[in-house]
């Protein structure tokens, strides 16, 4: 397989970008108004859950020691390894509480070769994958979202130019501080980054159909229904899924007017 280029990687990311932010906000907001719940103290699924992230704010952007061997290579333009990759997950699983209930991986794997090192890792720790989901959504209606994007730097908070505008023209809502627009959210280069991003999934989407843990999410859908489909394959229907909650934390990170 040939090696996956830097613009891969970031494609890969943008696709996956919008539920990151999805469950770090209700991370925060159940943390917020903890005990709701049916049972005091109880933790539901979703607040039980963390994210690994590859990039900022990850291993990265924390300046661990992987992580300033990560941004050595790709500074110098080169390709992080496998081995360095899953060495920075099984650090977070080995030293970071948070994970200890779950976590979700962002965008990883991309190479069914890293697929299987990830197993073999899980496999020695005595865990093991539960769901890979797969967001399918048609690569015209992506585009056309994506073009319209705009980001918060900082803090990885998105807005959209026609779908959820902020409140003062590319200013963040929240710091005020000024919003960006990627200089390869353009249609042509989103067009032969998805071309790339099919021909390298497919294959891993065949690995985890394989193990029986695959499942595909309609991205394309009401963002009320996605979640609520994303929720479902977590076996929590309910309190995490409620409209309220759902809407208002759609309305923070782009995905609704």
């Given at each position: 397989m040939a090696p996956i280029k830097d613009e891969t990687v970031d494609a890969l990311r943008d696709l996956?970008?919008?539920?990151?932010?999805?469950?770090?906000?209700?991370?925060?907001?159940?943390?917020?108004?903890?005990?709701?719940?049916?049972?005091?103290?109880?933790?539901?699924?979703?607040?039980?859950?963390?994210?690994?992230?590859?990039?900022?704010?990850?291993?990265?952007?924390?300046?661990?020691?992987?992580?300033?061997?990560a941004k050595k290579i790709m500074d110098q333009g080169g390709l992080v390894s496998d081995e360095i990759m899953i060495e920075m997950i099984k650090n977070e699983l080995d030293n970071n509480i948070e994970c200890r209930n779950g976590f979700i991986l962002d965008g990883f794997p991309r190479t069914v070769a890293q697929a299987e090192r990830l197993d073999n890792m899980l496999k020695a720790k005595q865990q093991k994958l539960q769901h890979a989901l797969e967001l399918q959504i048609d690569d015209g209606l992506l585009v056309s979202r994506i073009t319209g994007r705009l980001i918060h730097p900082a803090s990885g908070r998105s807005y959209h130019k026609v779908f959820n505008p902020p409140k003062e023209t590319m200013k963040d809502d929240v710091t005020g501080e000024p919003l960006i627009q990627r200089s390869d959210d353009n249609a042509d280069t989103l067009k032969k980054r998805l071309s790339t991003y099919h021909d390298q999934t497919s294959p891993v989407v065949a690995y985890y159909q394989k193990t029986g843990i695959w499942k595909p999410i309609d991205a394309s859908q009401d963002p009320n229904q996605v979640w609520k489909s994303i929720m479902g394959v977590f076996g929590e229907r309910s309190k995490a899924s409620s409209t309220t909650t759902t809407s208002s934390l759609l309305s923070k990170i782009g995905l609704r007017n």
């Open positions: 996956v970008n919008k539920l990151e932010s999805r469950v770090e906000q209700l991370e925060s907001k159940l943390q917020q108004v903890g005990g709701e719940g049916p049972t005091r103290g109880a933790k539901s699924s979703t607040e039980s859950i963390r994210i690994i992230l590859m990039g900022p704010p990850g291993a990265v952007a924390k300046k661990t020691p992987l992580g300033r061997d």
